[in-house]
């Protein structure tokens, strides 16, 4: 008897261990093309309208520069006078309260650290004025300078937008001649290769390819087109789909016929028209489901071994075997008394 290793159907933990490996496979693809299209992203555009930045906004970029160094400047210096007008103060409150505390007039030398504590106080808010009223200055001059500073930068990002859409294109252009031996390779390759065994990889490489794909599309394409895309795909998908299920009537591959008839036999059914198999000889070779639960198939000892046509449509259900001359499936590969194969 002939073992057929290809139909033998791995335990599920196996299957479970593939399946995981697959998406991880999957995930690790992904992140090696998201790295290619970053890198692809990040050419830059060597147009110099966008490399350089124009003399007349530079120099009002460099004024505005310039005027917020005065700015921390007086900052800076208003914060150092008022804090030498609070020790000025300080001292004078100090002498206040001696004087008070006392209850009798000054000494000459108390006088004069008076005055000077009180001239020194009154200068150092004279120049806090000033300090403020430049600052004012300064600010309403940044105001200008920004003002213009804006108006520069939009239009040069007027002069940009056309330069900038054509750079994105020509940077999506190189992604997609990038993905598209890829998407070639993986159609390919579900073609070929779906129902061996090495299906698992095809679906992890297809899955990885059409998610990149579609990344693409989304950051390049403009949204007011996804429904017009994705809805073409879903349309591609759906007729794909059809004419896969069309053809596997019509013109079925070997494996999905074989599955096919097996199920019918196994339903005590023709596998061409769905008639029942009537007969004891024929039920005894096709039994019911519910008499098979717990056991083997039942085959009478003494089964004749004519042949048996389908009452539906004429189909040849069961012949004798060329092998071993027991009645055997006609529209199956092997024999099931003695498994010799014949062409199905």
């Given at each position: 008897m002939k073992n057929h290793d290809e139909n033998t159907k791995s335990p599920f933990t196996h299957r479970l261990g593939l399946f995981a490996l697959g998406v991880l496979l999957a995930?690790?693809?992904?992140?090696?093309?998201?790295?290619v299209l970053d890198d692809i992203g990040d050419i830059p555009s060597k147009n110099p309208v966008v490399t350089t930045t124009p003399a007349d906004l530079q120099q009002l970029l460099d004024r505005r520069g310039q005027i917020a160094e005065?700015?921390?400047?007086?900052?800076?210096?208003?914060?150092?006078?008022?804090?030498?007008?609070?020790?000025?103060?300080?001292?004078?409150?100090?002498?206040?309260?001696?004087?008070?505390?006392?209850?009798?007039?000054?000494?000459?030398?108390?006088?004069?650290?008076?005055?000077?504590?009180?001239?020194?106080?009154l200068a150092n808010q004279k120049q806090i004025q000033g300090l403020l009223q430049e600052t004012m200055e300064l600010r309403r001059r940044q105001r200008e300078l920004d003002t213009k500073i804006q108006e520069k930068q939009r239009e040069l990002s007027a002069a940009r937008a056309p330069i900038l859409r054509a750079h994105r294109r020509l940077l999506a252009l190189y992604k997609l001649l990038f993905i598209a031996p890829f998407l070639v390779v993986g159609c390919l390759l579900f073609a070929k290769a779906r129902g061996t065994h090495h299906a698992a990889l095809v679906y992890a490489f297809d899955a990885a390819v059409l998610y990149l794909l579609f990344?693409?599309?989304?950051?390049?394409?403009?949204?007011?087109?996804?429904?017009?895309?994705f809805t073409a795909m879903g349309i591609v998908v759906v007729v794909a789909a059809m004419l896969f299920m069309i053809r596997q009537v019509t013109r079925p591959d070997a494996r999905w016929l074989r599955q096919r008839r097996g199920d019918a036999y196994h339903a005590a059914q023709c596998p061409v028209c769905r008639y029942p198999i009537v007969g004891d000889d024929m039920r005894s070779v096709v039994p019911p489901k519910h008499l098979l639960k717990g056991r083997g198939p039942l085959v009478?000892?003494?089964?004749?071994?004519?042949?048996?046509?389908c009452p539906g449509c004429g189909t040849q259900l069961f012949e004798p075997c060329a092998a071993c001359?027991?009645?055997?499936?006609?529209?199956?590969?092997?024999?099931?008394?003695?498994?010799?194969a014949k062409e199905a």
């Open positions: 995930m690790l693809l992904v992140w090696l093309g998201d790295f005065e700015l921390r400047a007086r900052e800076d210096e208003r914060r150092y006078i008022e804090g030498s007008t609070r020790e000025a103060q300080n001292t004078l409150n100090q002498l206040l309260k001696l004087q008070a505390s006392r209850r009798a007039a000054a000494s000459p030398g108390e006088q004069a650290m008076f005055q000077e504590s009180q001239r020194l106080f990344s693409i599309i989304y950051e390049h394409m403009p949204p007011a087109y996804y429904k017009y895309v009478k000892p003494g089964a004749t071994t004519f042949a048996y046509c001359g027991k009645l055997r499936h006609a529209l199956l590969p092997h024999c099931l008394h003695c498994g010799a």
